[in-house]
């Protein structure tokens, strides 16, 4: 090997993007309980650090650098290890304390953003649009989702891109904004998830009120003349209760609501 010093200007495009793929592929095929993902931010970017490191030793000290606890949503992640290949090219590896810091101090604030619109918003408003059109006999919902994956997966490489040009100044600029931010996409997927609930949850009560020669029908008459959709309204609180409260897991309930159904369309409570 040559003792050369780090030649940035052999990373490429190419090579930015390759890191990107290589750790999308292995960012949760490698996670332990010791460093998380840090097995495969290594797996990433080990080869663009090779182009960037000509001494075996800074090659190795940056490796074992990235080999410490990194845990953060994988979309995010795209960023921080983009910033971080340019932070290495520009200043070698007198960057390494930097890197570590730069990465502990952002895995978490990023991950709230992340773990809110990817592991909560998409898939819950996705996948209740998807179901419910399936229920309608329409596969529009399931092929926009498989499309939207796709689309997804481009722009996580961008993600990657966009970390390693803007360096440090697009992820300090955002900074006191996170919060925010994740405060506002919050409020707009439970508000999308609360509009569907009268069109997905459906509860008819089929009992009638009757004196004399006067029947009520309770679920016309009544309990909509209240609140249209009050029922469901009322079942998806208790779950939510149920699930937050933590002392009874998501098979149960599903398998309670399920018993219940039955019970209730046995005895005529419910109906279609």
Same mark, same amino acid.
């Given at each position: 090997m040559s003792n050369t010093e780090p030649a940035t200007n052999?990373?490429?495009?190419?090579?930015?993007?390759?890191?990107?793929?290589?750790?999308?592929?292995?960012?949760?095929?490698?996670?332990?309980?010791?460093?998380?993902?840090?097995p495969a931010v290594v797996f990433g970017l080990n080869k663009v650090l090779r182009k960037i490191y000509k001494k075996d030793e800074d090659y190795k000290a940056s490796l074992n650098n990235h080999f410490n606890y990194f845990n953060t949503t994988t979309w995010m992640a795209n960023l921080l290890l983009g910033a971080s290949v340019a932070m290495e090219q520009k200043d070698g590896i007198q960057s390494k304390e930097a890197v570590q810091a730069f990465k502990?101090?952002?895995?978490?604030?990023?991950?709230?953003?992340?773990?809110?619109?990817?592991?909560?918003?998409?898939?819950?408003?996705?996948?209740?649009?998807a179901g419910y059109m399936g229920l309608q006999g329409n596969p529009t919902g399931a092929i926009i989702w498989l499309l939207l994956n796709i689309v997804f997966f481009f722009f996580r490489i961008k993600l990657f891109d966009v970390g390693h040009t803007s360096d440090l100044k697009l992820i300090?600029?955002?900074?006191?904004?996170?919060?925010v931010f994740?405060?506002?996409?919050?409020?707009? %997927? =439970? $508000?999308?998830?609360?509009? *569907? +609930?009268?069109?997905?949850?459906?509860?008819?009560?089929?009992?009638?009120?009757q004196t004399g020669e006067v029947t009520l029908p309770i679920q016309t008459e009544i309990l909509d003349k209240i609140m249209p959709a009050l029922l469901p309204a009322v079942l998806t609180i208790i779950v939510y209760k149920l699930i937050g409260s933590k002392k009874i %897991? =998501? $098979?149960?309930?599903?398998? *309670? +609501?399920i018993g219940l159904a039955l019970v209730c369309s046995y005895l005529g409570i419910l109906g279609v």
């Open positions: 052999q990373v490429t495009k190419r090579d930015i993007r390759s890191a990107a793929i290589r750790y999308m592929f292995m960012a949760c095929n490698t996670f332990n309980y010791e460093n998380q993902q840090a502990t101090g952002m895995m978490g604030p990023l991950a709230g953003v992340g773990d809110t619109l990817i592991w909560v918003l998409y898939p819950t408003i996705m996948g209740s649009i300090t600029a955002l900074g006191d904004r996170l919060n994740t405060e506002a996409a919050s409020i707009m %997927g =439970l $508000t999308v998830v609360g509009a *569907l +609930i009268p069109a997905v949850v459906k509860m008819n009560v089929q009992l009638k009120y %897991g =998501l $098979t149960s309930i599903i398998f *309670l +609501i």
